[in-house]
């Protein structure tokens, strides 16, 4: 309705035959509520903003008042020498990070939130691999790396290697990628399913040839947000030992620095310059976010009109 | 299909034979995938305790089982009590008091901030905002959740320290604030955390059927009146719900607290002075494979310990809590 | 609050005594619509309206589903202030003042004019807070005794009885026909002076159902109660004026109830109460 209760004038309203009622401090301890809460809400917006401002101009004094070159930013490794640090061999990592973070994760991930919606019987057993997958989400993802420096650096002998990294941050994802397959699952109407077993076909068949492909934008969409969370996780590989290194990794078996790794190594450091090197680097690893983001929400989007 | 072919019989196998054998083989593999989740919190457990074991009682327990020789190198009095954190020091100590303080303060403290900003976010967007400015709000959150904790931790010790702290500490209080500071950390963690109380308690508002406003409404209630008597009465073991992640995020928070708050192990009530928590201790003595055996690489495991147990516990409550105060009018 | 209300009783029991002979007084019109159209976006849910509504009478509104009786009663209240796409022309009156002229307050409206909706909605509360949340929310809490209060509430709504003792337990633990007499209890505590009614025994048994009629027919002797109802005997019971509305939100009849269901005028009315209709 055009009149909104709390917008409609009151206040010279003392003839009137509803104002015996005196409402004036109840509108006014209305207004004042939501100027706070408006005022809270603008709070969050407002560091929003801070942090992204701040982002860009340490950016920009990078490049006039520090003489950080882009072109020497994106083609030089690492270095303990501010005036050669480059961030190409962490760009490089993080690629592959996310390569083999997505293979190891994406078919177990899927495959479990396919058992979960489609095969597993309500008994006992499915519902504590549900329950365990909440607790799982919110594990600190420090701990991940524990598990993975534990278990793989030092328990099997991989050394600090990309793909212990991987393994930390897939073990990390997984949770994500199987609710959100869930829910993609979940969003394929029984009519589909029952028109393939009408048909004669099994669940297996059935799940391959209509349920995934019906489902498989949103799997998708889960999946990348799921990576852009993974792009920006720092804890794990420095419990993997990912600190150390300025040289570039050529494979899974290197050893690496990436992208999050370096930015801390630089903003940790004390001198202005290394600071505004990290800033560099934040705006390049954002840049890689709102891709993975935008993509994520195009294919959302293509999804939602196809239904 | 075998039906036609094959009258009678067909209809219990027949050529769907494979395909009923190649989905119970699916369904094998697929049993298995989901297996993996619950291996991993095992091995979670696993590692964590079996490494902690070497460092209190100097043996891991699987070395234990060879018959390695157990002593208890820490115990557990010290290391709850003691004041003074250093386990590699030429004079080690082993009290953990100062990264546990240093963990709660920062996660007290953004509690203070994400609580309130969140709730009242929440109550804007799900009974104030109009559809446009709700529209627009919502995104915005849910970048501010979706930035990466290092970018936090940048904001923390390029900007809010420096720029926003640092005039404060040095023109009200005359001190000469350094690098780091418990309260940037506070202040960092909570801002990180307000979407998710934000989000969280608005889907829990969002949920209260239209009926219960409306009744309110007809009442003669105004929309303070119903956001605070009827909504969030409604809704608030949604909203408790929220604030319980929004603290277990803080707890097992680390690169934004490590940029934020420092190094420094110690007890303290100047907001100002640097602390370390328990993640920031870890990453300060990460070493990859260089440093296996050594007390600093045993005492990760220790403190990972103390700290998944502690988000372990805050879960278990969400869980406990959702159960217990389901809301009613479902 | 006017000092001059202050002096009455908030909640007037005892209706018997009090209101003895309400309805021999000749009719006097509370609330009054005339040429009331309301749309929800570019559809038009209320054609054209024009009704004079008697205060102290019991108004029933019928016709087939769709047909607008609930965005009738909506606006009365200014509930459809609530729904975005609701926009109204026209005038409506209550008290001789227009209820959408500028300087009218909605929730002054609302504190003056109370309403049942057809399906209970309890709050997540106590028995007892439900019924105390009006009073509370006009600020009349501290003007009465709350306990008191709520409990002339509760009996004005027959539910006293069957709850006396478990005030402190939660609205949703009641029946559903426990409920909405729950609401109407709630509805009735702040005192108002018109009570609007959305099928309110609509989703009730018939024993529960009786119960609100009975209930209906007491609240008459001082509430002007406009009720909404499918059920065509329930309107003749209890109704003393009967609205007709059709597909399209016209008014197509409105007169006695008596007349309506024995003598209507317009055959559309005779069609729809006899079924072959709507
Ligand atoms: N919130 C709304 N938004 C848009 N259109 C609405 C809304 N509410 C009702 N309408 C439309 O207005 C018309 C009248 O609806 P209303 O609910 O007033 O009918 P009713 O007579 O109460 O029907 P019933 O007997 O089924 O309750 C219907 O065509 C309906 O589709
Ligand atoms: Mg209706």
Known sequence: MSTDTDDAPFAESEETPFTDIDLGWEHRKNRIFLGIIFAASMFGVVMLALLLLDVVTDFYRGQTEFGISLIDFFTRDGSRRQELAGFRGAIVASVMLMIFTAILAFFVGVGSAIYLEEYAPDNRVTRLIEANLANLAGVPSIVYGLLALAAFVNGIGLGPILLAGAIALALLVMPIIIVSTQEALRAVPDSMRNGSYATGATKWQTIRGVVLPAAMPGIMTGTILALARAIGETAPLIMVGALFTNRIAWGPFDRFSAMPTQIYNWAAEPEPHFIHLAATGIAVLLAFLFAMNGIAIYLRNKYERDL | MSTETDPGPGITGGTARDDIESNRRARRILFGCASITVLTTLAIFFVLFDNAASYFFGARFTEMLMGASVEQTVTFTEFFTGTRWAPSHATPSHGALPIIFGTLAITVGAAFVSIPIGTATAIYLSEYASPAVRSKLKPTLEILAGIPTIVYGYFAIAFINPVILGPIAGALFGINLGRYSLLSGMLVVGIMTIPMVSSISEDAMSAVPDDLRNGAYALGATKYNVSTRIVLPASISGVFASYILAVSRAIGETMAVTLAAGFNANITANPFDEVMTMTAYMVSRARGTSAVGTVDYQSLFAVGLLLFLMTLAMNLLNDWFKRRFQEEYR | ?278
């Open chain 3, 1 to 278: 609050m006017s000092t001059e209300q202050n002096n009455e009783p908030i909640i007037k029991t005892g209706v018997q005594n009090v209101a003895i002979g309400a309805r021999d007084r000749p009719d006097e019109t509370v609330l009054e619509a005339t040429n009331l159209d309301v749309y929800y976006g570019d559809e038009r849910a209320i054609d054209d309206v024009s009704i004079e509504i008697p205060e102290t009478k019991v108004t029933a509104m019928i016709g087939p589903s769709g047909c607008g009786k609930s965005t009738f009663l909506r606006s009365i209240n200014r509930m459809n202030d609530q729904i975005d796409a609701a926009r109204i022309d026209g005038d409506l009156y209550f008290q001789g003042k227009n209820v959408y002229d500028e300087d009218v307050d909605p929730v002054a409206l609302r504190r003056k004019i109370g309403m049942v909706f057809q399906k209970p909605n309890p709050f997540p509360k106590s028995i007892h807070d439900n019924v105390a949340y009006g009073l509370r929310v006009q600020g009349k809490d501290d003007d009465v005794n709350l306990d008191e209060a709520v409990e002339r509430a509760l009996r004005a709504a027959a539910l006293w009885d069957e709850v006396k003792d478990k005030l402190d337990s939660s609205g949703l633990d009641l029946s559903g026909g426990q409920q909405q007499r729950l609401c109407i209890a709630r509805a009735i505590a702040p005192d108002p002076e018109v009570l609007l009614m959305d099928e309110p025994a609509s989703a009730l048994d018939p024993i529960a159902t009786s119960k609100i009629e009975d209930l209906i027919a007491d609240l008459a002797e001082e509430y002007t109660v406009v009720i909404v109802t499918h059920n065509m005997q329930q309107a003749a019971r209890i109704s003393d004026k009967t609205a007709v509305f059709l597909t399209g939100g016209e008014l197509v009849e409105f007169d006695d109830t008596t007349t309506i269901f024995e003598n209507p005028d317009d055959n559309r009315v005779e069609d729809y109460i006899t079924g072959k209709f709507g």
